[in-house]
């Protein structure tokens, strides 16, 4: 799977967009799961997605960790910053839990859309 960022446009934007494939799947139509994020403005995502956050994410792709200790152990970092990263990154939903708590990041690659006109073609 992947994870698709919208940066820019608005909320009236990422309704559209999520409206859009609602009226494809209630006329019929096969539509491919989509697992989207939107950012209403570029310095959100510089805010939320650092060096060491993206570390973590590769990381969690590669082995999900039981706990924010483990990761933080594994990565060889201070549990709180670690701690802060996740809680950064699971507001925006690029880090999520599974059944059995684990943190996982399951999306192979993150797909950018950096809108210049507020509408996503």
Request: no cysteine; net charge negative.
């Amino acid at each position: 799977m992947r994870k698709q960022v919208f940066v820019g446009g608005s909320l009236h934007d990422a309704v559209a967009r999520i409206s859009e494939v609602m009226e494809r799947v209630e006329a019929g139509e096969n539509v491919q799961p989509q697992d989207n994020v939107t950012f209403l403005s570029w310095s959100a995502l510089a805010a939320t997605m650092t060096d060491e956050r993206h570390e973590l994410l590769r990381h969690l792709h590669q082995q999900p960790a039981v706990s924010i200790r483990a990761l933080a152990r594994d990565l060889g970092r201070d549990f709180k910053r670690v701690h802060a990263d996740v809680t950064a990154l699971e507001a925006v939903g690029l880090v999520e839990r599974d059944e059995q708590g684990r943190l996982r990041a399951d999306y192979g690659r993150i797909e950018a859309t950096i809108l210049l006109d507020g509408r996503a073609a």
